[in-house]
Protein backbone atom coordinates (compact mmCIF):
# COMPACT_ATOMS: atom_id res chain seq x y z
CA UNK A 1 0.00 0.00 0.00
CA UNK A 2 1.10 3.52 -0.88
CA UNK A 3 2.20 5.82 1.73
CA UNK A 4 -0.90 8.10 2.91
CA UNK A 5 -0.83 12.04 1.52
CA UNK A 6 0.79 14.15 3.92
CA UNK A 7 1.80 17.45 2.33
CA UNK A 8 -0.09 19.12 0.11
CA UNK A 9 0.55 22.38 -2.32
CA UNK A 10 -2.17 23.87 -3.11
CA UNK A 11 -1.29 26.61 -6.22
CA UNK A 12 -4.46 29.17 -6.63
CA UNK A 13 -5.14 28.14 -3.03
CA UNK A 14 -6.68 31.93 -2.35
CA UNK A 15 -9.27 31.44 -5.39
CA UNK A 16 -12.30 30.09 -5.27
CA UNK A 17 -11.60 26.28 -6.21
CA UNK A 18 -8.35 26.24 -4.72
CA UNK A 19 -9.39 27.90 -1.43
CA UNK A 20 -12.02 25.56 -0.76
CA UNK A 21 -9.27 22.69 -1.33
CA UNK A 22 -7.29 23.72 1.28
CA UNK A 23 -10.01 24.07 3.77
CA UNK A 24 -10.57 20.47 3.01
CA UNK A 25 -7.08 19.03 2.98
CA UNK A 26 -7.37 20.66 6.36
CA UNK A 27 -10.23 19.45 7.54
CA UNK A 28 -8.51 15.57 6.33
CA UNK A 29 -5.87 16.33 8.64
CA UNK A 30 -3.06 16.90 6.06
CA UNK A 31 -0.72 19.64 6.16
CA UNK A 32 -1.55 22.48 3.75
CA UNK A 33 1.06 24.87 1.89
CA UNK A 34 -1.19 27.88 -0.88
CA UNK A 35 1.15 29.11 -3.67
CA UNK A 36 -0.15 31.80 -5.16
CA UNK A 37 0.21 35.40 -6.82
CA UNK A 38 -3.02 37.26 -5.47
CA UNK A 39 -3.23 38.52 -9.01
CA UNK A 40 -7.53 37.27 -8.93
CA UNK A 41 -7.16 35.21 -5.80
CA UNK A 42 -7.66 36.50 -2.40
CA UNK A 43 -5.44 36.12 1.11
CA UNK A 44 -8.25 36.33 3.34
CA UNK A 45 -9.54 33.35 1.74
CA UNK A 46 -6.60 31.05 2.66
CA UNK A 47 -7.63 29.26 6.33
CA UNK A 48 -5.47 29.99 9.29
CA UNK A 49 -3.24 26.56 9.86
CA UNK A 50 -2.63 26.69 5.72
CA UNK A 51 1.14 27.90 5.33
CA UNK A 52 0.71 30.44 2.95
CA UNK A 53 3.35 31.86 0.52
CA UNK A 54 2.79 34.26 -2.22
CA UNK A 55 4.46 33.73 -5.79
CA UNK A 56 4.04 33.30 -9.43
CA UNK A 57 4.67 30.22 -10.91
CA UNK A 58 6.23 31.33 -13.37
CA UNK A 59 8.85 32.36 -11.74
CA UNK A 60 8.86 31.29 -8.19
CA UNK A 61 11.72 28.62 -7.01
CA UNK A 62 8.79 25.74 -6.76
CA UNK A 63 11.35 23.05 -6.37
CA UNK A 64 12.56 24.80 -3.27
CA UNK A 65 9.60 25.14 -2.11
CA UNK A 66 8.69 21.53 -2.47
CA UNK A 67 11.43 19.88 -1.09
CA UNK A 68 11.29 22.89 2.43
CA UNK A 69 8.23 21.77 2.92
CA UNK A 70 8.26 17.90 2.50
CA UNK A 71 5.43 17.99 0.00
CA UNK A 72 4.00 14.90 -1.15
CA UNK A 73 0.96 15.66 -3.42
CA UNK A 74 0.81 18.99 -5.78
CA UNK A 75 -3.17 19.96 -6.28
CA UNK A 76 -2.50 22.30 -9.30
CA UNK A 77 -5.47 24.98 -10.19
CA UNK A 78 -3.41 28.39 -10.08
CA UNK A 79 -4.42 29.33 -13.53
CA UNK A 80 -4.87 32.23 -15.49
CA UNK A 81 -9.14 31.21 -16.06
CA UNK A 82 -10.67 33.78 -17.61
CA UNK A 83 -11.49 32.45 -21.88
CA UNK A 84 -11.95 35.91 -23.43
CA UNK A 85 -9.13 36.95 -21.77
CA UNK A 86 -7.23 34.54 -23.62
CA UNK A 87 -8.19 35.49 -26.68
CA UNK A 88 -7.62 38.87 -25.85
CA UNK A 89 -3.60 38.02 -24.80
CA UNK A 90 -2.87 33.99 -25.18
CA UNK A 91 0.34 34.78 -25.13
CA UNK A 92 -0.19 35.63 -21.43
CA UNK A 93 -2.77 32.94 -21.09
CA UNK A 94 0.04 30.27 -22.25
CA UNK A 95 2.90 32.04 -20.23
CA UNK A 96 0.62 31.04 -16.70
CA UNK A 97 -1.19 27.91 -18.13
CA UNK A 98 1.52 26.10 -20.04
CA UNK A 99 4.64 27.37 -18.93
CA UNK A 100 3.54 27.31 -15.53
CA UNK A 101 2.36 24.13 -15.68
CA UNK A 102 5.32 22.79 -17.16
CA UNK A 103 7.58 24.65 -14.43
CA UNK A 104 5.38 22.62 -11.70
CA UNK A 105 5.90 19.74 -13.12
CA UNK A 106 9.68 20.12 -13.35
CA UNK A 107 9.87 21.24 -10.05
CA UNK A 108 8.28 17.79 -9.02
CA UNK A 109 10.17 15.58 -10.72
CA UNK A 110 13.60 17.74 -9.13
CA UNK A 111 12.05 17.69 -5.74
CA UNK A 112 10.67 14.29 -5.59
CA UNK A 113 6.95 15.00 -4.88
CA UNK A 114 4.63 11.93 -5.94
CA UNK A 115 1.66 13.28 -7.88
CA UNK A 116 -0.04 16.24 -9.32
CA UNK A 117 -3.76 16.43 -9.70
CA UNK A 118 -4.37 19.22 -12.18
CA UNK A 119 -7.32 21.48 -12.70
CA UNK A 120 -8.16 20.63 -16.38
CA UNK A 121 -11.29 21.59 -18.30
CA UNK A 122 -13.64 19.62 -19.78
CA UNK A 123 -16.18 22.59 -20.64
CA UNK A 124 -13.50 24.06 -22.95
CA UNK A 125 -10.99 21.07 -23.51
CA UNK A 126 -13.46 19.14 -26.53
CA UNK A 127 -15.19 21.90 -28.18
CA UNK A 128 -18.23 21.73 -29.70
CA UNK A 129 -19.03 18.03 -28.79
CA UNK A 130 -20.01 15.57 -31.62
CA UNK A 131 -21.90 13.05 -29.81
CA UNK A 132 -23.29 13.57 -25.89
CA UNK A 133 -22.46 13.38 -23.58
CA UNK A 134 -18.54 13.42 -23.66
CA UNK A 135 -16.22 11.01 -22.61
CA UNK A 136 -13.23 10.83 -21.87
CA UNK A 137 -12.29 9.36 -25.06
CA UNK A 138 -14.23 12.26 -26.62
CA UNK A 139 -12.02 14.15 -29.60
CA UNK A 140 -10.18 17.36 -28.15
CA UNK A 141 -11.02 20.04 -30.54
CA UNK A 142 -10.80 23.22 -27.67
CA UNK A 143 -11.75 26.67 -29.53
CA UNK A 144 -10.14 28.84 -27.53
CA UNK A 145 -6.64 29.64 -26.16
CA UNK A 146 -7.76 28.97 -22.97
CA UNK A 147 -8.85 25.69 -23.66
CA UNK A 148 -5.65 25.08 -26.37
CA UNK A 149 -3.46 25.87 -22.87
CA UNK A 150 -5.49 22.95 -20.51
CA UNK A 151 -5.13 20.78 -22.95
CA UNK A 152 -1.28 21.40 -23.43
CA UNK A 153 -0.75 21.48 -19.74
CA UNK A 154 -2.13 18.04 -19.63
CA UNK A 155 -0.14 16.80 -22.24
CA UNK A 156 2.82 18.06 -20.54
CA UNK A 157 2.08 16.50 -17.31
CA UNK A 158 1.77 13.44 -18.46
CA UNK A 159 4.66 13.53 -21.39
CA UNK A 160 7.01 14.77 -18.21
CA UNK A 161 5.92 12.29 -16.01
CA UNK A 162 5.83 9.42 -18.32
CA UNK A 163 8.79 6.77 -17.52
CA UNK A 164 8.49 8.22 -13.82
CA UNK A 165 7.46 7.80 -10.29
CA UNK A 166 5.13 10.98 -10.51
CA UNK A 167 1.58 9.95 -11.08
CA UNK A 168 -0.49 12.50 -12.87
CA UNK A 169 -4.16 13.07 -12.81
CA UNK A 170 -5.64 15.34 -15.24
CA UNK A 171 -9.55 16.24 -13.83
CA UNK A 172 -11.44 17.21 -16.97
CA UNK A 173 -13.88 20.05 -15.06
CA UNK A 174 -17.50 20.97 -16.12
CA UNK A 175 -18.70 24.51 -14.84
CA UNK A 176 -18.00 25.10 -11.69
CA UNK A 177 -20.29 27.25 -8.89
CA UNK A 178 -20.47 27.88 -5.60
CA UNK A 179 -19.57 29.89 -2.97
CA UNK A 180 -16.77 32.27 -3.02
CA UNK A 181 -17.45 32.17 -6.72
CA UNK A 182 -17.31 35.64 -9.36
CA UNK A 183 -18.11 36.47 -12.79
CA UNK A 184 -15.27 35.03 -14.15
CA UNK A 185 -14.53 31.38 -15.04
CA UNK A 186 -16.46 28.91 -16.95
CA UNK A 187 -20.15 29.65 -14.62
CA UNK A 188 -19.27 32.84 -14.16
CA UNK A 189 -22.93 33.72 -15.40
CA UNK A 190 -24.24 32.36 -11.76
CA UNK A 191 -21.93 35.32 -10.20
CA UNK A 192 -23.18 37.50 -12.38
CA UNK A 193 -27.06 37.01 -11.95
CA UNK A 194 -26.87 36.50 -8.28
CA UNK A 195 -24.99 39.88 -7.50
CA UNK A 196 -27.79 41.74 -9.97
CA UNK A 197 -30.72 39.82 -8.73
CA UNK A 198 -30.10 40.74 -5.21
CA UNK A 199 -29.30 44.10 -5.64
CA UNK A 200 -32.73 44.32 -7.10
CA UNK A 201 -31.30 44.78 -11.50
CA UNK A 202 -32.28 42.71 -14.03
CA UNK A 203 -30.56 40.27 -15.78
CA UNK A 204 -29.63 39.57 -19.52
CA UNK A 205 -29.95 35.77 -21.15
CA UNK A 206 -28.00 36.15 -24.18
CA UNK A 207 -29.06 34.26 -27.78
CA UNK A 208 -31.88 32.14 -27.69
CA UNK A 209 -31.05 30.86 -24.27
CA UNK A 210 -31.28 27.06 -25.57
CA UNK A 211 -27.34 26.98 -25.22
CA UNK A 212 -26.67 24.32 -22.65
CA UNK A 213 -23.76 23.28 -19.74
CA UNK A 214 -23.20 21.24 -17.08
CA UNK A 215 -22.90 22.99 -13.48
CA UNK A 216 -21.08 20.96 -11.11
CA UNK A 217 -21.23 22.68 -7.32
CA UNK A 218 -18.07 23.03 -5.80
CA UNK A 219 -18.39 20.83 -2.80
CA UNK A 220 -18.42 17.96 -5.34
CA UNK A 221 -15.10 19.09 -7.03
CA UNK A 222 -13.35 19.60 -4.15
CA UNK A 223 -14.36 15.65 -3.04
CA UNK A 224 -13.39 14.77 -6.97
CA UNK A 225 -9.80 16.56 -5.62
CA UNK A 226 -9.79 14.51 -2.46
CA UNK A 227 -10.35 10.92 -3.87
CA UNK A 228 -8.53 11.26 -6.54
CA UNK A 229 -5.69 12.42 -4.44
CA UNK A 230 -6.21 9.29 -1.89
CA UNK A 231 -7.04 7.04 -4.20
CA UNK A 232 -3.62 7.93 -6.34
CA UNK A 233 -6.27 7.35 -9.68
CA UNK A 234 -3.77 8.66 -12.10
CA UNK A 235 -4.96 9.85 -15.83
CA UNK A 236 -7.95 11.75 -16.96
CA UNK A 237 -11.52 12.03 -15.63
CA UNK A 238 -14.30 14.19 -16.24
CA UNK A 239 -16.30 15.77 -13.02
CA UNK A 240 -19.08 17.25 -13.82
CA UNK A 241 -22.81 15.93 -13.07
CA UNK A 242 -24.00 14.36 -16.74
CA UNK A 243 -27.28 16.87 -16.80
CA UNK A 244 -27.17 19.05 -19.29
CA UNK A 245 -29.19 22.71 -18.47
CA UNK A 246 -30.43 25.27 -20.74
CA UNK A 247 -29.14 28.76 -20.31
CA UNK A 248 -32.98 29.56 -19.73
CA UNK A 249 -33.91 26.74 -17.22
CA UNK A 250 -30.47 27.77 -15.58
CA UNK A 251 -31.99 31.47 -15.07
CA UNK A 252 -35.11 30.75 -13.41
CA UNK A 253 -32.98 28.51 -11.05
CA UNK A 254 -30.81 31.25 -10.43
CA UNK A 255 -33.56 33.65 -9.65
CA UNK A 256 -35.43 30.92 -7.78
CA UNK A 257 -32.74 30.13 -5.13
CA UNK A 258 -32.37 34.22 -4.80
CA UNK A 259 -36.24 34.74 -4.37
CA UNK A 260 -37.06 36.99 -6.77
CA UNK A 261 -39.21 36.02 -9.85
CA UNK A 262 -38.54 39.05 -12.62
CA UNK A 263 -37.59 37.35 -15.79
CA UNK A 264 -34.81 37.78 -17.80
CA UNK A 265 -34.14 40.37 -20.82
CA UNK A 266 -32.45 38.69 -24.25
CA UNK A 267 -29.49 40.26 -25.21
CA UNK A 268 -27.70 39.46 -28.39
CA UNK A 269 -25.82 36.41 -28.86
CA UNK A 270 -22.01 35.74 -27.82
CA UNK A 271 -20.12 35.58 -30.89
CA UNK A 272 -18.28 32.01 -31.16
CA UNK A 273 -20.03 31.01 -28.01
CA UNK A 274 -20.18 27.40 -27.77
CA UNK A 275 -23.77 25.78 -28.09
CA UNK A 276 -23.38 22.62 -25.83
CA UNK A 277 -21.44 21.04 -23.22
CA UNK A 278 -22.20 18.02 -21.00
CA UNK A 279 -19.78 15.60 -19.50
CA UNK A 280 -20.30 11.75 -19.40
CA UNK A 281 -19.75 11.29 -15.79
CA UNK A 282 -19.32 7.46 -15.62
CA UNK A 283 -15.58 7.22 -15.00
CA UNK A 284 -16.03 9.61 -12.11
CA UNK A 285 -18.26 7.50 -9.97
CA UNK A 286 -16.38 4.33 -10.78
CA UNK A 287 -12.50 5.92 -9.72
CA UNK A 288 -13.38 8.68 -7.69
CA UNK A 289 -16.32 7.43 -6.43
CA UNK A 290 -17.69 10.50 -6.77
CA UNK A 291 -21.87 9.65 -6.27
CA UNK A 292 -24.78 11.77 -4.48
CA UNK A 293 -24.18 14.74 -6.03
CA UNK A 294 -25.68 18.24 -5.14
CA UNK A 295 -28.66 18.62 -7.22
CA UNK A 296 -28.53 21.95 -8.75
CA UNK A 297 -31.15 23.62 -7.06
CA UNK A 298 -29.89 22.90 -3.66
CA UNK A 299 -25.98 23.94 -4.70
CA UNK A 300 -27.60 27.40 -6.14
CA UNK A 301 -29.52 27.85 -2.68
CA UNK A 302 -26.16 27.34 -0.87
CA UNK A 303 -24.20 30.10 -3.41
CA UNK A 304 -27.44 32.47 -3.38
CA UNK A 305 -26.61 32.59 0.34
CA UNK A 306 -23.33 33.07 0.47
CA UNK A 307 -24.02 36.11 -2.12
CA UNK A 308 -26.24 37.41 0.24
CA UNK A 309 -24.22 37.04 3.34
CA UNK A 310 -21.37 38.71 1.12
CA UNK A 311 -23.41 41.91 0.08
CA UNK A 312 -24.39 42.43 3.39
CA UNK A 313 -20.49 42.37 4.73
CA UNK A 314 -19.74 44.77 1.97
N1 LIG B 1 -14.33 27.71 -12.32
C1 LIG B 1 -14.57 26.82 -13.27
O1 LIG B 1 -15.71 26.63 -13.73
C2 LIG B 1 -13.43 25.95 -13.80
C3 LIG B 1 -13.73 25.01 -14.80
C4 LIG B 1 -12.68 24.24 -15.32
C5 LIG B 1 -11.40 24.36 -14.81
N2 LIG B 1 -11.15 25.29 -13.85
C6 LIG B 1 -9.78 25.42 -13.37
O2 LIG B 1 -9.77 25.34 -11.96
C7 LIG B 1 -8.71 26.13 -11.44
C8 LIG B 1 -9.21 27.09 -10.38
O3 LIG B 1 -10.17 27.96 -10.98
P1 LIG B 1 -11.01 29.02 -10.14
O4 LIG B 1 -12.35 29.11 -10.78
O5 LIG B 1 -10.91 28.72 -8.70
O6 LIG B 1 -10.22 30.37 -10.51
P2 LIG B 1 -9.63 31.54 -9.60
O7 LIG B 1 -9.18 32.63 -10.53
O8 LIG B 1 -10.57 31.89 -8.51
O9 LIG B 1 -8.35 30.84 -8.96
C9 LIG B 1 -7.09 30.82 -9.59
C10 LIG B 1 -6.06 31.25 -8.56
O10 LIG B 1 -4.78 31.18 -9.18
C11 LIG B 1 -4.04 32.34 -8.81
N3 LIG B 1 -3.05 32.58 -9.88
C12 LIG B 1 -3.30 33.03 -11.13
N4 LIG B 1 -2.14 33.14 -11.82
C13 LIG B 1 -1.15 32.73 -10.98
C14 LIG B 1 0.26 32.64 -11.10
N5 LIG B 1 0.89 32.98 -12.24
N6 LIG B 1 0.98 32.18 -10.04
C15 LIG B 1 0.35 31.86 -8.87
N7 LIG B 1 -0.99 31.95 -8.70
C16 LIG B 1 -1.73 32.39 -9.74
C17 LIG B 1 -5.05 33.45 -8.67
O11 LIG B 1 -4.60 34.52 -7.83
C18 LIG B 1 -6.24 32.71 -8.07
O12 LIG B 1 -6.22 32.74 -6.66
C19 LIG B 1 -8.06 26.83 -12.65
O13 LIG B 1 -6.94 26.06 -13.06
C20 LIG B 1 -9.14 26.76 -13.70
O14 LIG B 1 -8.62 26.79 -15.02
C21 LIG B 1 -12.12 26.09 -13.33
Known sequence: MM????SVLVTG???FIGSHLADAFLAEGKRVVVLDDLSTGQASRVPGGVRFVEGDIRTFDIAGLLRAEKIDTIVHHAAQI??????????FD???????????????LEAGARQIVFASSGGAIYGDPEGFAADERHATNPVSPYGVAKLAGEKYLFGLAHGTPLLVTALRYANVYGPRQDGRGEAGVIGIWMKKLLAGEGCLVNGDGTQSR????VGDVVRANLAAA???????VNVGTGAETSVTALYELVAAACGVSKAAARGPAMPGEQKRSVLDVTKSRTALGLTDLVPLPEGLSRTAAWFREASSRA
Open 214 to 217: DFVF
Open 3 to 6: PETR
Open 230 to 236: QRRVGGI
Open 82 to 91: DVRKSVEDPV
Open 13 to 15: GAG
Open 94 to 108: AEVNVLGTIRIAKAA
